[in-house]
């Protein structure tokens, strides 16, 4: 954010649009990169989330999984809070 | 081994500036003294005779010189002007099926035998137009603008690029406004430069005497005019010399107090 932006803040007025463009872009550039779409990502969230949650608990809410961009390198960076471990193998039995 | 300097001048989206581009800097090359030719590999909707003024001269293209029914002589049209410079239409606009990477290499190798520079103008797109001009391409400037659209399509250009190990691959950012950058309603050069992680070869800002300049069938790079727009393109030229020539600065292009007040606005706070 810079000095513009905030005083568009504190007037109510919308942030200059290159902002908005560069953060719109970096979206894009990442799912182009990568070549998922973005209904695909939230079908690899879901899954990676419940394949995390049979091992650990997972604070589903707060939990992030995303694709990151720099330098033409895309990433994808998952962020899950974990509560508290599950002290049971993931077949069932405990460990 | 040839030293010949074979650059694809590409940028996905169409109507940035590729071929304005392209004929800049084949003027300001020639000028400088190198021996540069510019092939229009966008043969179904070729424009770079029109930005040459050298559209009533064509007779021949790559395509007559590789079915051998002329001479690579009889095809290269040289520029009246500035006879340092040569254009050669990849083909002929009703002949769309022509054109393979293989032809392309074969013409290229033929222009690198008396040319130092080989300017390929390629047309827009991903599909095989672009595959084609790119074949024999050894380095890439890529074209674009500070705008969603343009920045977005340039990326997937630098990835086909970065895939078929074309290097080095370089950026010049065109139509700038500096105005708009200031007021942040426009994408920044950073912005940019961060978006596509590629080297800046030039900054070119927007300037009325393009418009007028293609008109006349005379690039600005031709005569003795000061604009902006000429300017940048003989700083390119020098820097794909080898020369070590400051870029632009779009802020100093508005001095004063309220240059600097908008400087002071477009400080990052966090």
């Known amino acids: 954010m810079t000095v513009k932006d905030f005083i568009d803040k504190l007037l109510g007025r919308q942030t200059a649009s290159a902002s908005t463009a560069k953060q719109r872009l970096q979206l894009v550039l990442a799912h182009d990169r990568s070549d998922l779409n973005p209904e695909l990502l939230a079908q690899m969230r ?16 707060e939990g992030d999984v995303s694709l990151e961009t720099e330098d033409r390198m895309t990433a994808l960076v998952a962020n899950l809070p974990i509560r508290r471990s599950i002290q049971q193998s993931p077949n069932g039995g405990t460990l | 081994m040839s030293t010949t300097r074979t650059i694809l001048i590409c940028s996905g989206k169409g109507g940035v500036g590729k071929t304005t581009t392209t004929a800049n800097l084949g003027i300001a090359l020639a000028r400088l003294g190198a021996r540069t030719v510019v092939l229009d590999a966008d043969f179904g909707l070729r424009n770079l005779d029109l930005l040459l003024g050298l559209e009533n001269r064509i007779v021949f293209t790559a395509q007559e010189v590789l079915a051998e029914t002329c001479r690579l002589e009889q095809a290269l049209v040289k520029h009246k002007q500035e006879p340092n410079l040569a254009l050669l239409p990849a083909g002929n ?11 392309m290499k ?11 520079y080989v300017l390929i103008d390629c047309p827009a797109g991903i599909e095989d137009g672009f595959k084609n001009a790119a074949a ?24 086909l690029l970065n895939t078929q190990g074309v290097t080095p ?12 950058m200031s007021n942040q309603e426009m994408l920044s050069v950073d912005d940019v430069t961060d978006i596509l992680a590629l080297p800046l070869l030039g900054l070119v800002f927007e300037d009325e005497q393009v418009i007028v300049s293609t008109n006349r069938g005379e690039p600005l790079t031709l005569g003795e005019s000061g604009s902006p727009a000429a300017r940048a393109y003989n700083n390119i030229a020098r820097r794909l010399q080898g020369e070590d020539i400051p870029l632009m ?11 600097r007040v908008r400087q002071l606005m477009q400080t990052r706070l966090f």
Not at chain 2, 93 to 103: A, N
Not at chain 2, 136 to 159: K, L
Not at chain 2, 169 to 180: D, G, I
Not at chain 2, 253 to 259: E, Q
């Open chain 2, 249 to 259: 600065d779009p802020s100093e292009a508005r001095k004063g107090f309220r240059a």
């Open chain 2, 93 to 103: 606009p009703r002949m769309l099926e022509w054109l393979t990477p293989k032809d």
């Open chain 2, 136 to 159: 024999a391409a050894r380095e890439a400037v890529v074209v674009t603008t500070p705008e969603v659209a343009a920045v977005r399509d340039a990326d997937r250009v630098i990835g």
């Open chain 2, 106 to 116: 074969a013409i290229v190798s033929l222009l690198e035998e008396q040319f130092d």
């Open chain 1, 46 to 61: 879901r899954e990676i989330l419940e394949v995390v949650a049979r091992y650990v608990e997972i604070d589903i809410e």
């Open chain 2, 169 to 180: 691959v370089q950026l010049v950012l065109n139509r700038v406004r500096p105005k708009m």
